[in-house]
């Protein structure tokens, strides 16, 4: 078994990119904490068992299996064929991880813009790309204060739905 520093170092230079990796895949706070945390338990409950030569790949193959249960359990799948393709998860986290963080949200936004109904699309890029206000996008097309604040509250809902469902 590992002694406990050797544990506690594991824990330190992974939690943070796993919690990450697991929000950014879910955008669940409370999701994330809990795949990361039972990811750390079930590496610690193992090294009590059996000697493991390379714990911190040993973490990353957890981690993975988590994911493609909680993947099974929420979308009701059988199995999870684009995650069959990465040996190397802590690679692909990793990788993952680079790539949205390197991602501005206006880049984020126009990502998923397109998938909002045409009415919300135009209103969220009126307001967040041309940053205009509630009142000048009214008068742009023609519509009341009131139109523009649900559809624009609507279209910021189905994008934090459309974000989450995003494999």
């Not at 895949?25 to 493991?52: G, N, P």
């Not at 999870?80 to 802590?90: G, K, R, S, T, Y």
């Amino acid at each position: 078994m590992l002694p406990p520093s050797e544990i506690e170092a594991i824990y330190n230079n992974h939690s943070e990119k796993l919690y990450r990796f697991f929000y950014f895949k879910i955008r669940d706070q409370q999701e994330a904490e809990d795949l990361t945390s039972d990811t750390f338990h079930l590496l610690i409950k193992k090294l009590k068992q059996v000697e493991i030569e390379n714990p911190i790949n040993f973490l990353y193959g957890i981690a993975k299996n988590l994911f493609k249960v909680y993947l099974r359990e929420k979308y009701q799948i059988k199995t999870c064929p684009f995650l069959e393709e990465f040996h190397d998860f802590q690679k692909y986290t990793e990788e993952y991880l680079e790539k949205e963080n390197s991602q501005t949200s206006e880049e984020l936004l126009l990502k998923y813009l397109p998938q909002l109904p045409e009415k919300q699309k135009e209103i969220i890029e009126l307001r967040l790309i041309q940053k205009l206000t509630p009142t000048e996008i009214g008068e742009k097309i023609n519509k009341d204060l009131n139109y523009v604040r649900t559809t624009q509250k609507r279209a910021v809902k189905n994008l934090r739905r459309i974000i989450t469902c995003t494999p």
